[in-house]
């Protein structure tokens, strides 16, 4: 079983690849929900969820929002566009940490060590902390749409301002962080990953 776990992973992480070549057709309402409950059990820091998964399949809309994104083809013709944000966990950070089941004196200790930290954050650095958190995500998201099948690409190049104001978004308590675009494939050419050697990246330090 173990074995069979690990080559499925290995096989998703090898073929999943930034496609720009997607069809328009809008996806099943099983494949969305498996897309974004990876997204949704994804890990973060101190896990708070910085996230929100905003959703769009209009033909209409992903063309207004490919505008914003520079005029990208594939934001205009793919199946569904997902975007993430979130800034106001620390409206929710107490209530979060107290489902989580923990003692008293451990729930205490947790407030006492990161609320401050949480309340000293600069708008700034809220949407810097919260953009780091959706990428997480994003990578969750990514790998569930290999796995059934569809392309991907991650979306970073677009006017945030504009997305926001688009979006309609309480920029006091949502930024638009980051989009990723999934379809079907147009066409399915996997390329050859070029990546960085083994010990290029990688350092045991305990040697």
């Known amino acids: 079983m173990q074995s ?6 290995s096989e998703i992480i090898n073929k999943r690849y930034s496609c720009r070549e997607l069809k328009e057709n809008t996806l099943s309402k099983e494949e969305l929900d498996y897309i974004l409950e990876a997204g949704r059990l994804s890990p973060s820091s101190l ?6 998964f905003l959703v769009v399949q209009d033909s ?4 207004e929002i490919s505008k914003i994104a ?9 199946g569904a566009i997902i975007i993430l944000a979130r800034l106001d966990f620390g409206e929710y ?3 979060k940490l107290q489902g989580r089941g923990m003692s008293a004196e451990e729930l205490q200790k947790r407030i006492d060590t990161y609320k401050p930290f949480i ?10 902390y919260a953009r780091e958190q959706t990428y997480l995500a994003l990578g969750s998201l990514a790998n569930a749409a290999c796995a059934l099948g569809l392309g991907s690409c991650i979306i970073g190049g677009f006017d945030s301002k ?3 104001s688009y979006l309609n978004l309480d920029t006091a308590k949502e930024r638009s962080s980051v989009m990723l675009v999934v379809g079907e494939y147009e066409n399915k050419v996997i390329p050859q990953k070029v990546r960085f050697g083994r010990e ?3 350092t045991f330090l305990d040697k």
């Open 4 to 9: 069979t776990q690990k080559e499925a992973f």
């Open 47 to 52: 896990g708070l969820e910085p996230w929100r």
């Open 60 to 63: 209409n809309k992903k063309a």
């Open 70 to 78: 520079h005029h990208q083809m594939h934001v205009k013709k793919c």
């Open 93 to 95: 950070f107490i209530p």
């Open 119 to 128: 309340d000293n954050m600069s708008e700034s650095e809220k949407l810097h």
């Open 162 to 164: 504009a997305l926001d």
């Open 200 to 202: 290029e990246v990688i």
